[in-house]
């Protein structure tokens, strides 16, 4: 089981550096408003009317976007009113030149726009400047792509465009070069006309659409009109808008076609299930002669224009391309018939005016509103910062653990530290001391001290801590039967030299460094705290655990996997595989009920079962707790030794996995169910703590290789793939960009199988969603950006808890008065300790706990370079790889400080007092057994005693 956590962490480390960017997340929605006026030039002056308000999307080939709003504008326009910030501009709305209605000549490569020789009727001989110059340009969709209508506007003088959806943009002819036979696009065959897709151009009321969208109508031909081919828009578009009133003919013969009309006129049922008012052909004959054709409701939604590449008709290569620095917002049938009416209008006006006046449409294009910074953010860095303290700090809890399991045998007399007067002759003393054991549970404490395992007489087993002194005393940390020691004895001492430095060589530098870490050393009894105590010795008693607390106590030695150089190489391999493997093929799915079913365990290991096991007692007594950790005794899996809190702890985490699963296949966008990213974020979590508590880097040379290998990786597949696929591989894979499915047709059929999920990025990730923002967006961070300087982080972690635990372990002090266990520095201390203020005390452990060490230091470096990455973010408006910022910040503190302390060097290898620490580690998981010893010794004492009496 251990070994299977083990690899199951290792692969969910390498699957989850997939996802190392901090991205942003956001939903089609129109971006823009454009406010629409009516312009009137008199001799008395100008009069200037307020007619309506339109929504528009941007494109995302333009440089330049419309000034950005007021906040007051996402519910009232800005030039409702005569008056006009100076902030916003307005603009003459126009139509193409007559020469170029669709503004598609150039791209066909008729005219050169770039060029005004020659093009005197669209240029100014004396100015230069192009027809349209300092105009919006309001064209129609079709015949060519949309940046290059947007760039043969920008040539000629447009300040911006707008591009509005049609009925005819969704017809095209097979092969133009039979344009002049009718046969060949006429009824019955209609072979060289391309039909508007269904479901993408239009629906007929045969599939599940958002909001019962869709119905179906027979239209006849003869009313139609296909000449030119292959659609004659200015005739049929009047006979296909509109509604029953209008003289529709599709709302008309689709209200005609309802069975059970269900007490709704023909207006309201055509509402109801078109809400565009408009109908497309579908190129399906209603009958065998083709006389009568299929009508369908027209989709009519916000689209987002996307650059064309090279299909843009000419021979120039995309990244050669003259840059679109124009605005260019696109809208949709509805509102451009409006806007394109009201420009006709205005013209016809002109020309009937006799008393001089000029009227014109005007228009003033402005960003939604929305937040410059969002709270989600801050609140996301927070999150991120913490759980990886969590994590880290829970790599290293072993460490604390042992100091508490070896303080209370200690204090319950199962340990004891005595002192022998002569040192032995095997180390080059006078001899008659015990001679220092020669195996692998030998080591030396500060230099000056060892630390034994061995069996000892009728004591059964021994624990000897030897240190070596001026003047050539030592002790022995022996570990004893409490009944033993008291007759041996009659008290518990822990002993050591009075002028003794407390300090390892590694160690002593940094300690040195504020005075309240050279006093604040920990008595055995108290969690390894540095907080400094008054306490008599005469007046204290030895406290006893009682069993609770001795089970509470144990030491359980995790496993762990340790990380060399080549698994590091071979780590970011199989991470580079997992993300072409993403991006190339649809995997989203098995990715996501992989990480469901992996995070239920995570979060039945991690939360539940120290949960239930924490507080089963607590509320339902010990009865209850000794129940839920007694094993399952049931037919057919009674052999399994599974416990009760672990069925119960597997059951609750794989309850909220599984619903987890069934919400992400439930939306398109999962990430708007608070239930769904609150789970997500909670397995996320629950994910670097199991990792980082199971894969270990013991030496910086490992982790140098790692970090500096990822920090390749990101900007590789950030910011250079786009130069090779034409987007970035990783913030696609990471956003869900990368699916085959078309958003906009999931927009109209969130129900679709092939739509559940599609717009969820890949689920190893943290995410908060953007609060006050139309475009529904969500901040995130990888949990690659966690893990990945996380294994640093945790290094430096373990390393600090090891000094500590040695440190200790060293430094104990010399008592022998009654049962205290006071430390020299603490007795030292006591009075001066008194006199403090608890909020002085309190400063100086946050000062220790951010500077002392290498961990304060390494989570301050991640923090300031998770800020660094989300500043980025925010600057350049698209997603960053974080580890371009996190690696520096955190791998260049650490050298730093290991080269400005003089451990470097030890760092670099592998700290030999990590090994100490290791050792003191193992003796601790044995104190059970030798407390087990002890207390059989002492039974067997006790009963000789008895017998001899």
Request: aromatic share 10%; charged share 20%; with cysteine.
């Amino acid at each position: 089981m251990k070994s299977q956590r083990s690899s199951s962490a290792a692969a969910a480390a390498a699957a989850i550096l997939v996802a190392t960017t901090v991205t942003i997340a956001q939903a089609v929605e129109p971006t823009t408003f454009v406010d629409v006026r009516r312009t009137k030039s008199m001799v008395s002056g100008v009069d200037i009317n307020y007619l309506f308000r339109i929504t528009a999307t941007e494109s995302t080939f333009s440089q330049t976007s419309p000034p950005k709003g007021y906040k007051s504008s996402t519910k009232h326009p800005l030039s409702s009113s005569s008056k006009l910030s100076s902030d916003f501009s307005s603009f003459h709305l126009t139509l193409p030149p007559p020469s170029d209605v669709w503004l598609c000549d150039e791209s066909k490569g008729y005219i050169d726009y770039s060029n005004p020789t020659g093009n005197t009727d669209l240029f100014d001989t004396v100015t230069g400047n192009g027809v349209l110059y300092q105009k919006y340009v309001l064209v129609e969709r079709g015949e060519c792509s949309f940046e290059a209508k947007t760039r043969s506007a920008q040539r000629l003088g447009a300040a911006g465009v707008i591009i509005r959806n049609t009925l005819d943009s969704r017809y095209g002819l097979v092969d133009e070069d039979y344009v002049e036979d009718e046969s060949r696009h006429g009824p019955p065959l209609w072979e060289n006309t391309l039909w508007p897709k269904e479901k993408y151009d239009y629906e007929c009321g045969n599939n599940n659409a958002v909001g019962g969208v869709g119905l179906r109508a027979e239209i006849e031909t003869s009313r139609l009109n296909f000449s030119p081919p292959p659609y004659n828009g200015e005739h049929n578009n009047v006979l296909l808008t509109g509604t029953v009133e209008d003289g529709n003919l599709c709302a008309l013969e689709s209200y005609g076609m309802k069975n059970n009309n269900d007490g709704e006129d023909g207006d309201s049922f055509f509402r109801k299930h078109c809400p565009s008012e408009r109908c497309l052909l579908t190129g399906r004959n209603a009958t065998a002669d083709g006389s009568k054709m299929e009508a369908c409701c027209a989709w009519d939604l916000n689209i987002v224009m996307s650059r064309d590449g090279d299909n843009d008709g000419d021979a120039i290569p995309a990244e050669e391309e003259e840059e679109i620095i124009i605005p260019s917002l696109f809208v949709t049938m509805k509102y451009g018939e409006e806007l394109n009416q009201l420009v006709l209008d205005s013209e016809s006006n002109n020309n009937l005016n006799g008393d001089g006046s000029v009227q014109l449409i005007s228009v003033v294009p402005y960003a939604r509103w929305y937040p410059a910074y969002h709270f989600s953010t801050i609140v996301l860095w927070a999150l991120a910062v913490f759980s990886l303290w969590i994590a880290c700090c829970e790599s290293a809890k072993e460490y604390r653990d042992s100091w508490k399991v070896i303080s209370v045998a200690v204090n319950d007399g199962v340990l004891v530290f005595q002192r022998n007067s002569v040192r032995p002759a095997s180390e080059g003393g006078e001899g008659g001391g015990r001679a220092r054991a020669d195996t692998d549970d030998t080591m030396n404490l500060a230099e000056d001290g060892d630390l034994e395992l061995a069996a000892v007489d009728d004591l059964g087993m021994q624990v000897e801590m030897t240190e070596q002194r001026e003047g050539g005393e030592n002790g022995v940390f022996a570990a004893a039967a409490a009944a033993a020691a008291a007759s041996a004895n009659d008290e518990f001492v822990i002993n050591s030299d009075d002028d003794k430095d407390d300090e390892t060589p590694a160690t002593t530098e940094n300690n040195a460094a504020t005075a309240d870490e050279s006093n604040a050393a920990a008595t055995p009894a108290e969690e390894g705290s540095s907080e400094p105590v008054s306490t008599s010795a005469a007046d204290t008693p030895a406290p006893v655990s009682t069993p609770t607390q001795q089970t509470q106590q144990q030491v359980i030695a995790q496993p762990r996997m340790e990380l060399n150089a080549m698994h590091a190489v071979l780590f970011v391999a199989c991470a580079s595989g997992i993300l072409f493997l993403l991006f190339f093929f649809d995997l989203a799915r098995i990715v996501t009920v992989v990480y469901g079913l992996g995070g239920s365990a995570v979060m039945a290991q991690i939360i539940f079962q120290p949960l239930y096991t924490r507080f089963s007692a607590r509320i339902f007594g010990e009865s209850f707790a000794a129940k839920l950790s007694a094993n399952v005794n049931l037919p057919k899996v009674r052999d399994l030794g599974w416990k009760w809190i672990d069925v119960l702890s597997s059951a609750s985490g794989y309850a909220l996995g599984i619903m987890w699963i069934i919400v992400s296949f439930s939306y398109v966008q999962p990430l708007t169910v608070t239930y769904y990213w609150v789970v997500q974020d909670i397995m996320g979590v629950c994910y670097c703590i199991l990792i980082l508590g199971l894969i270990q880097i013991n030496t910086i040379k490992v982790a140098s290789i790692l970090l500096v290998l990822v920090f390749i990786y990101d900007v590789f597949y950030v910011f250079v793939t786009p130069y090779i696929f034409g987007r970035s591989v990783m913030v696609d894979v990471a956003s869900g960009a990368s699916s085959s499915v078309d958003q906009a047709y999931c927009d109209k059929y969130p129900s679709e199988s092939a739509c559940a999920g599609s717009e969820a990025p890949l689920p190893m990730l943290l995410a908060l969603p953007w609060i006050g923002d139309f475009r529904g967006g969500f901040s995130m961070i990888g949990l690659g950006d966690l893990v990945l300087p996380g294994l640093l982080i945790s290094f430096a972690a373990r390393y600090d808890a090891s000094k500590d635990l040695v440190r200790k372990c060293s430094q104990t002090s010399n008592v022998r008065n009654g049962n205290a266990v006071v430390t020299e520095s603490a007795a030292a201390s006591s009075g001066e300790t008194t006199e403090q203020s608890r909020q002085q005390y309190q400063v100086g452990r946050i000062k220790k706990a951010l500077f002392r060490g290498y961990f304060g230091p390494l989570m301050v470096a991640y923090a300031v370079g998770l800020t660094a990455a989300y500043i980025a973010v925010w600057g350049m408006k698209k997603g960053q790889p974080a580890l371009l910022y996190l690696v520096p910040a955190c791998l260049g503190t650490m050298v730093f400080l290991g080269w400005k302390r003089k451990e470097l060097s030890d760092l670099w290898t592998g700290p030999k007092i990590m090994l100490k620490a290791n050792r003191i580690l193992r003796l601790a998981t044995k104190v059970p057994q030798i407390r087990s010893e002890a207390e059989r010794a002492a039974s067997t004492s006790l009963a000789d005693t008895t017998s001899i009496a």
